[in-house]
């Protein structure tokens, strides 16, 4: 955790509060994280195999809008398109 918060250029508590259970993390954050772990956006979430994941939502694109988010692969296909 605090390899990754100086590759992020913030302290560990920052990251911490920034990713946590409670917390809604910035798009540009997420996609920071993944470049400096090397995976896709979707794999930073936790998926049980035993079931389907639950996930819903929106998010705001700065310049493009608005997307409804209904299952892991919406969210994949949004970071996709602004990677």
Do not use: H, W
């Not at 809604?24 to 930073?44: A, F, G, M, R």
């Not at 389907?52 to 700065?62: A, L, M, R, T, V």
């Amino acid at each position: 955790m605090n390899d990754l918060a100086q590759k992020l250029g913030i302290n560990r508590v920052s990251l911490s509060v920034s990713i946590g259970k409670d917390a809604n993390p910035q798009i540009d954050t997420l996609k920071k994280i993944c470049e400096i772990l090397e995976v896709e956006l979707y794999e930073l979430f936790e998926r049980n195999e035993k079931s389907e994941p639950e996930i819903s939502g929106f998010i705001e694109i700065k310049g493009k809008g608005i997307s409804k988010i209904g299952c892991f692969e919406d969210l994949e296909k949004i970071y996709l398109e602004l990677k």
